[in-house]
């Protein structure tokens, strides 16, 4: 098991919703309490893209 496999784990075992957004607003992860707290999969968060409000 390597780091990135041990973050993730840890991500997915956290209690909190937890998604990660990159610097051009597509999201790459999503974990299974955000998905819950969304009410969708961690597949179609993953689909969406976030716009900062600025």
């Known amino acids: 098991m390597d780091f ?3 973050d993730i784990k840890l ?3 956290n209690p909190s919703g937890i998604v ?3 610097t051009d ?5 999503a ?7 969304l ?6 968060i993953s689909e969406r ?6």
């Open 39 to 44: 009410g969708l999969s961690a597949s179609l």
């Open 31 to 37: 974990n299974k309490k955000a998905a819950e707290t």
């Open 11 to 13: 991500l997915d075992i």
């Open 20 to 22: 990660i957004i990159r």
């Open 4 to 6: 990135k496999q041990i």
């Open 25 to 29: 607003g597509s999201i790459s992860y």
């Open 49 to 54: 893209s976030y716009n900062s409000p600025e």
